[in-house]
């Protein structure tokens, strides 16, 4: 929180320790927002937003879709990793290279460096969807960080702890802000408020959120 004593403005990116596995870089995406939006319509195009459903039969209320080699599905089934769009039978799209530069950027400016993520989850939150407290943890590999970029309106993103019960910290979360955690934060249970309603000059009513993880 020292950022102004060393005369950063409001609209430069600042990094913030959170923990020992964890850093937020406050504005880091801004720059890249257009590139990033125009990247996500492409891959809306190829594999739509849709709302899935939870192995206890409830439906999310964030749209989500994927790029990468591996895409998060849930369904009936349960949670997985997927190599195909169960709704076009299709590969995912693949990730672009604005979102790698960026991800992998991030990771490396938080001591994780050589981060190749080849999975990107996409969820998209109208007014009045939430997260649940939720770890991450259907990938293959824990030693690799995540790296999540949030565009949009801003939210209320909950940072657990190890279990269930420890009380989240509540971090407001704004456009072009991205979080890295791994190493000893990897596990952390973590999930975001409802999104209050609002309008984002460049996304309108809504959030957008990548995660970026090594899944395979
Ligand atoms: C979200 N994010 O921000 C949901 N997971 O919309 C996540 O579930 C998440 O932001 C792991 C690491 C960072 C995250
Ligand atoms: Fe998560």
């Known amino acids: ?16 320790h959170l923990s020992a596995g964890t850093v937020w870089h406050h504005g880091l995406a801004v720059k ?11 891959i809306e195009r190829q594999a739509g937003f849709r709302h899935m459903v939870t192995p206890g039969g409830f439906r999310m209320s964030a749209a989500m879709t994927n790029c990468g080699q591996f895409g998060w599905v849930t369904d009936q089934g349960g949670y997985r990793y997927a190599e195909s769009d169960p709704q076009t039978g299709k590969v995912w799209p693949d990730i672009p290279e604005c979102f790698l530069t ?17 999975a990107c989850l996409i969820n998209r939150y109208e007014v009045g969807s939430r997260m649940s ?8 590999d824990f030693s690799a ?3 999540s970029v ?3 309106l801003p939210v209320q993103f909950q940072f657990g702890g190890l279990t269930r019960k420890e009380r989240p910290a509540r971090l407001t979360l704004e456009h072009g802000d991205v979080i890295v955690w791994g190493g000893p934060d990897r596990l952390r249970y973590h999930g975001v408020g409802a999104l209050k309603s609002g309008e984002h000059r460049l996304l309108g009513a809504c959030r957008i959120n990548l995660t970026f993880r090594k899944a395979g």
Not at 1 to 13: C, E, N, S
Not at 32 to 42: G, K
Not at 102 to 118: E, I, K, N, T, V
Request: hydrophobic share 40%; net charge negative.
């Open 150 to 152: 949030s565009l949009g």
């Open 145 to 147: 960080p995540i790296v």
């Open 32 to 42: 890249h927002e257009v590139q990033l939006m125009t990247a996500i319509a492409d």
């Open 102 to 118: 960026l991800a992998s950027a991030a990771a490396a400016q938080s001591g994780y460096p050589g981060f190749q993520p080849d």
């Open 1 to 16: 929180m020292t950022a102004d004593l060393f005369g950063a403005q409001d609209d430069q990116p600042w990094a913030e």
């Open 133 to 140: 407290l939720h770890q991450d943890k259907n990938e293959q």
